[in-house]
């Protein structure tokens, strides 16, 4: 039984180019929960989608960062035009229903040069 | 609005040390208290995790009870281990679907 994965797991990218994080739930998990961890600080709340919606973004930058959970395929992190403080590790959770019990994934590590 | 404070790290103990990692939390009504722990190179794991007042939280040794009156979740462990070394989270939730706050983690290293 195959845990939340995330692809891939360490993204090198410029300044100004576009990051695309790839989150897998668990199986018949429709709730998933992107986070993001800067070093020496906690995980911040992005965003929360369930299949073919955005729940509650309110933790989502408001230009360059946008999200997606479509009906078929994993559900996609996308950041344009990315600057250094980018940098972070950013995870995906997925639950069946709520937050009593979710499953992270090991993450993906954004460098930007 | 809602926030977790932990006590800051790193936190080095000898194996089979007593430990403590303090969490506090500040939120309206009644949240859902959780410790993830999150070794290196992985995600987080729910490591325990309790829903009401006086409730105790309990697995692979480590114990939490949730006390409103001090508004405090503390982890802690009788006896650590070499394979404790991780960085321990403490988070909330105000109701089930809300998503989790959590707090900038404890470095815990434990040496032989």
């Known amino acids: 039984n195959a845990g939340v994965m995330q692809n891939p797991r360490h993204l090198v990218r410029r300044r100004g180019q576009e990051a695309r994080l790839r989150c897998s739930p668990m199986k018949g998990h429709s709730h998933v929960y992107w986070y993001r961890q800067l070093p020496e600080e906690g995980l911040k709340f992005m965003v929360y989608l369930q299949k073919e919606n955005i729940i509650d973004e309110s933790g989502m930058p408001k230009e360059r960062f946008s999200a997606e959970f479509p009906k078929e395929g994993p559900s996609i992190l996308r950041i344009q035009q990315v600057v250094r403080g980018d940098s972070a590790a950013y995870f995906c959770a997925s639950s069946r229903q709520g937050v009593e019990k979710l499953f992270f994934g090991s993450g993906t590590q954004l460098s930007v040069l | 609005g809602d926030s977790v404070t932990q006590m800051e790290g790193p936190v080095t103990l000898s194996e089979e040390a007593f430990l403590t990692i303090n969490c506090t939390y500040t939120?309206?009504?009644?949240?859902?208290l959780f410790w993830y722990v999150q070794y290196p190179g992985e995600g987080l794991q729910l490591l325990l995790k309790a829903t009401k007042a006086d409730d105790k939280g309990s697995n692979k040794g480590f114990e939490a009870t949730y006390r409103k009156e001090t508004t405090s979740f503390h982890l802690e462990k009788g006896s650590v281990q070499v394979s404790d070394s991780a960085v321990y989270f403490c988070a909330l939730t105000p109701s089930g679907n809300t998503p989790l706050v959590f707090g900038k983690g404890t470095r815990l290293s434990v040496i032989a």
């Open positions: 939120a309206t009504g009644y949240p859902s």
